[in-house]
């Protein structure tokens, strides 16, 4: 008889609790890894020796384990391209997961852009830079300069105070960009909040609204500090108009799990930031919700997948969460609980 499996899109130490948490269930995990050496396949049942940006290797390599494993779901706690070859495995076996055409915009600034003009949610104004020449085309200060495409968070976003430095924040933000390409932002001004959510087939699951602390200076790198719940917000037509917008985005994704990032101008008008479609590995999941505010995201993410439930709004405790740093690099974090 077939067990019971979960691919699990990487197997390095960020995706301890997924693979965790899959096997509390009773469940194998295939471990997708190109890396024979990655942190956490001592944990797995089995190595999907496989680049998790590429499905179709992904697909061949899994094939040999399809005798002796029933995969039941595929889940991604690796944000990126991974993110869009996991949505392809899920439909090529069959499984519930992200639309892959959406999950692959989703990975770039452009892409999420185009999804939110799809899905009627404001964005600031923004372009494309694929060359230097392009550069005339930012007049209007201050701006934000983003990687098209970027591995690593807030990597290579810059706050660009005046057109003197636009040419040094452009370099930066092309070296950070996986394609070479840099998005030009309008800058808005406000407060961040991020809304983690699960979504089954247009189907909204509201899990947290958060305050997201950010350090954006001119001329300087953008440096995520931490999130909070409960969100400033909790409670007023900022978070109400939140999740509207939530619903009108997921309405064409599929079923999943995710977060949206909204800047919240003074005015409470609400414009989308950025988008992480997987488990997020700023310690959110696993640190934020559920270690501190108690709501396992993961769980409920697995139960998703596996049983096609989503659950009720959860009853959050308060809780932060700060990152460490060691110079310009995130070294861990720490939580508190609020009161």
Do not use: N
Not at 81 to 97: I, S, T, W
Not at 280 to 288: F, I, M, T
């Amino acid at each position: 008889m077939k067990r019971d499996a979960v691919v699990s899109f990487a197997a390095g130490e960020s995706q301890l609790p997924l693979i965790r948490g899959a096997k509390a269930r009773g469940l194998a995990v295939l471990g997708v890894d190109r890396d024979p050496s990655a942190a956490a396949l001592v944990e797995c049942d089995a190595h999907v020796p496989a680049s998790t940006h590429d499905a179709l290797a992904v697909h061949t390599a899994l094939a040999p384990f399809l005798e002796r494993f029933a995969v039941r779901a595929v889940v991604s706690q690796s944000s990126g391209p991974p993110v869009a070859a996991a949505a392809r495995v899920a439909r090529g076996l069959g499984l519930p997961g992200l639309d892959p055409e959406r999950a692959r915009r989703s990975i770039s600034k452009p892409g999420f852009a185009s999804l939110c003009a799809a899905a009627g949610l404001p964005t600031p104004d923004q372009r494309p830079l694929r060359g230097e020449g392009d550069l005339v085309w930012v007049t209007s200060f201050p701006a934000v300069l983003k990687p098209s495409s970027s591995p690593v968070g807030k990597r290579g976003v810059i706050l660009v105070p005046d057109a003197d430095a636009l040419p040094g924040a452009y370099a930066r933000a092309r070296d950070a960009s996986e394609d070479g390409v840099v998005q030009a932002q309008e800058f808005v001004p406000g407060d961040d909040v991020a809304l983690a959510l699960l979504f089954r087939e247009g189907e909204l699951a509201p899990v947290a609204l958060m305050d997201e602390h950010v350090r954006l200076e001119p001329g300087a790198e953008a440096q995520g500090l931490g999130f909070a719940v409960p969100s400033r917000f909790a409670g007023t037509a900022v978070e109400e108009r939140a999740w509207e917008l939530a619903r009108r985005f997921v309405r064409e994704l599929g079923t999943g799990v995710g977060f949206l990032a909204l800047r919240a101008r003074a005015d409470g008008e609400l414009f989308a930031i950025e988008t992480h479609l997987d488990l997020a590995g700023d310690y959110v999941a696993d640190g934020l919700l559920r270690q501190g505010a108690g709501f396992d995201l993961v769980d409920a993410t697995l139960s998703l997948h596996l049983e096609g439930e989503l659950p009720a709004r959860p009853e959050l405790r308060p809780a932060s969460l700060y990152f460490e740093y060691d110079g310009a690099v995130r070294t861990g974090y720490h939580l508190e609980h609020l009161r």
